[in-house]
Antibody
Framework: QVQLVQSGAEVKKPGASVKVSCKAS????????INWVRQGTGQGLEWMGW????????GFAQKFQGRVTMTRDTSTSTVYMELSSLRSEDTAVYYC?????????????????????WGQGTTVTVSS | EIVLTQSPGTLSLSPGERATLSCRAS???????LAWYRQKPGQAPRLLIY???SRATGIPDRFSGSGSGTDFTLTISRLEPEDFAVYYC?????????FGQGTKVEIK
């Protein structure tokens, strides 16, 4: 079945970096964007950015520009999100979610349809 | 950045009742690129509605979405036990994609 499986919980000190993985299965990995969304404890959802696994293109919310990096490994169908210069406010559950479908034959996106498949979430705790 | 404001903050209803949730945008959302998600405690969100009114795969027809421009509504015709959760609207027509703050549907 279509699923996204994320790496396990992380505990980091302020100023460090964290790298979270998101492994896709059950569909053509390069045909859909992967988005990252985070949720602080008891808080709402916050979109961080996206990656197109086929082209490698990325886009980030301005809030995270310069601190977030997204990469992929097509051989393992995995997308990685790395967040640097961590501070206590980055303590949250980080989710990956499948987004827009990309037609690789015509190099064009289909009309977007929300984020239809989500990973189970990765808890990142930033504490000294 | 498009700000989404959901109302009410909390909705107290009984199973079998109808729920009406509102999502208002600070500016018009292009092509009705508005989605609704349900999130149960300790779980990832689940896509219910996209394109303002299209049900996602596997979503029962008690869920319906409507609206355009800046005003959108999610209606749950008859609340089932699993529907008591938090609901988020999200726009994906303009970067950065943004979410509303959520509406909690609780058992009365």
């Amino acid at each position: 079945q279509v699923q996204l499986v994320q790496s396990g919980a992380e505990v980091k000190k302020p100023g460090a970096s964290v790298k979270v993985s998101c492994k896709a299965s059950g569909y053509t990995f390069t045909s859909y964007d992967i988005n990252w969304v985070r949720q602080g404890t008891g808080q709402g959802l916050e979109w961080m950015g996206w990656m197109n696994p086929y082209t490698g293109n990325t886009g980030f919310a301005q809030k995270f520009q310069g601190r977030v990096t997204m990469t992929r490994d097509t051989s393992t169908s995995t997308v990685y999100m790395e967040l640097s210069s961590l501070r206590s406010e980055d303590t949250a559950v980080y989710y990956c979610a499948r987004g827009k479908e990309y037609d690789t034959l015509i190099a064009h996106y289909l009309p977007p349809a929300g984020m239809d498949v989500w990973g189970q979430g990765t808890t990142v705790t930033v504490s000294s | 950045e498009i700000v989404l404001t959901q109302s009410p903050g909390t909705l107290s209803l009984s199973p079998g009742e109808r729920a009406t949730l509102s999502c208002r945008a600070s500016q018009s959302i292009s092509s009705s690129y508005l989605a609704w998600y349900r999130q149960k405690p300790g779980q990832a969100p689940r896509l219910l509605i996209y394109g303002a009114s299209s049900r996602a795969t596997g979503i029962p027809d008690r869920f319906s979405g409507s609206g355009s421009g800046t005003d959108f509504t999610l209606t749950i015709s008859r609340l089932e036990p699993e529907d008591f959760a938090v609901y988020y609207c999200q726009q994906y027509g303009s970067s950065p994609w943004t979410f509303g703050q959520g509406t909690k549907v609780e058992i009365k």
